[in-house]
T-cell receptor, first 112, second 113 residues
């Protein structure tokens, strides 16, 4: 079946620290991969995406590379800010069936 | 316009009430979704509409009744809910093209008392 596994949180970092949130997936076929961010009390916002192997998605200093050989899509940021505190969800989708599969989410808190 | 608008933002209802959640998008998306999200959990898919027809129902209890009156609107009718149905209800939409992302609304925070 199709599934997404994320590293357990919560993650607490100091401002300007390096961030990695691990995400691996299991899929039958070739999915598109996404990172969504959810701030407290809000819906999900797309952070970045990659649609094929070796693609790198990037946005607001965040990056993730679609690694088919390791079935991974790890999220990284070189220097986090307090405003990056949120819950991050890794997700995959296939066009057929219009279904999105979400990981369990990783809560990030950045302290000044 | 890249927004999905949900109303109301907050809703408190009794177990005998009937209420409706509304969702609207004007991006021309032909797929629309309802998700349920409990605290500290990922969104759980409830329903998918594709071209205004229900294409996926993830074994949701009949006290939740979706409706897609037209390509821009999606409703979720609620009746005889239980306290455990209290959650954030998220609407989303997407195109039917390959490699597309879903756009989410801000959600309706539902409390059943």
């Amino acid at each position: 079946g199709n599934s997404v596994t994320q590293m357990e949180g919560p993650v607490t970092l100091s401002e300007e620290a390096f961030l990695t949130i691990n995400c691996t997936y299991t899929a039958t076929g070739y999915p598109s991969l996404f990172w969504y961010v959810q701030y407290p009390g809000e819906g999900l916002q797309l952070l970045l995406k990659a649609t094929k192997a070796d693609d790198k998605g990037s946005n607001k200093g965040f990056e993730a590379t679609y690694r088919k050989e390791t079935t991974s899509f790890h999220l990284e940021k070189g220097s986090v800010q307090v405003s990056d505190s949120a819950v991050y969800f890794c997700a995959l989708s296939f066009r057929t069936g219009n279904q999105f599969y979400f990981g369990t989410g990783t809560s990030l808190t950045v302290i000044p | 316009d890249t927004e999905v608008t949900q109303t109301p933002k907050h809703l408190v209802m009794g177990m005998t009430n009937k209420k409706s959640l509304k969702c609207e998008q004007h991006m021309g998306h032909r797929a629309m979704y309802w998700y349920k999200q409990k605290a500290k959990k990922p969104p759980e898919l409830m329903f998918v509409y594709s071209y205004e027809k229900l294409s996926i129902n993830e074994s949701v209890p009949s006290r939740f009744s979706p409706e897609c009156p037209n390509s821009s609107l999606l409703n979720l009718h609620l009746h005889a809910l239980q306290p455990e149905d209290s959650a954030l209800y998220l609407c989303a939409s997407s195109t039917d093209r390959e490699n597309t992302e879903a756009f989410f609304g801000q959600g309706t925070r539902l409390t059943v008392v």
